[in-house]
């Protein structure tokens, strides 16, 4: 059986797109870690499932390369919109995505006659603790001194519809993230595993941002990392509301607006290449 795909990506943030309106996927999981693999297979940071909704334009469904679930991913939406809107599936340019944090709305740009970027009102960041989670007696978790595999670190914890731990560190370069992302991820602290964000504030407009994504490893841009670090440098008072903040990835750049409850993120959405991989059905 032969599974048709689309690799597309955000600020290098790179997944396996599938148009589920017309072929379907029995067994996600699995073909999120198959798929992913770098050197034996497509490569990625997982796979995006694009279907029907009963409650929106589409709905996206992301499994990371571990297989997992995730709720909500910022890069992929957009490509999501993207998808949607060049293939004439939704021919509009504000478009109405489920997700498992709930329904999104993109605005597209253009470029050319194609999406260029794209514009996805992500909703509110989220500050309690119970509601991340994070195993903690304290209501929020800001500027909070805990020990991570013996080591003590201040951090902040946020959902933006997934869990993030955002760290502000003097030089995000030299951050041996391949070492301490996994003790982050998997510390008994979040018990639903975590998100981290190594955060280097350059000014009052702009980060510059490593992400360790539970699932995945570390990846070259991660949106929802990206508000979610914007959002922690207001509380912090690093940066200020209803200011566009402009966050530096590996991939590429983000910019991001919290106003009120609303948390806004603006970035290209890009297609790599079309193909097809073979199964067993």
């Not at 991570?148 to 560190?169: E, Q």
Request: hydrophobic residues 35%; contains cysteine.
């Amino acid at each position: 059986m032969k599974l048709y795909f689309t690799k597309m990506h955000g600020c290098g943030n790179d997944y396996i797109y599938f148009n589920c309106f017309e072929q379907r996927i029995t067994d996600p999981e699995t073909l999120a870690v198959k798929l992913s693999d770098r050197h034996f297979s497509v490569g990625g940071d997982g796979i995006v499932l694009i279907g029907p909704s009963g409650i929106a334009d589409a709905k996206m469904r992301m499994f990371n390369a571990d297989g997992s679930e995730g709720k909500m991913c910022g890069n992929a939406i957009r490509c999501v919109g993207k998808y949607l809107y060049d293939n004439g599936i939704v021919e509009k340019e504000q478009i109405t995505v489920e997700t498992l944090s709930g329904v999104k709305v993109l605005q597209m740009f253009r470029k050319d006659g194609k999406v260029d970027e794209v514009k996805v009102d992500m909703g509110k960041a989220e500050w309690s603790a119970p509601l991340i989670p994070v195993n903690t007696s304290k209501p929020e978790v800001v500027a909070e001194p805990f020990l991570i595999d013996g080591t003590m670190y201040s951090i902040t914890c946020v959902s933006m519809g997934n869990p993030h731990c955002v760290v502000f560190v003097d030089d995000v370069e030299n951050i041996p993230i391949e070492k301490i992302g996994p003790l982050f991820e998997n510390d008994p602290l979040f018990p639903e595993r975590i998100n981290t964000e190594f955060i280097q504030v350059v000014d009052k407009k702009t980060l510059k941002m490593r992400v360790w994504e539970r699932g995945s490893g570390e990846t070259w841009a991660c949106g929802t990392g990206a508000c979610a670090s914007a959002a922690a440098a207001i509380r912090n008072g690093f940066c200020q509301e209803n200011e566009e903040i402009t966050v530096k990835l590996r991939g590429g750049d983000l910019k991001i607006q919290v106003s009120g409850n609303t948390v806004t993120m603006t970035g290209k959405a890009e297609k790599a290449f079309e193909g097809f991989v073979e199964t067993v059905s």
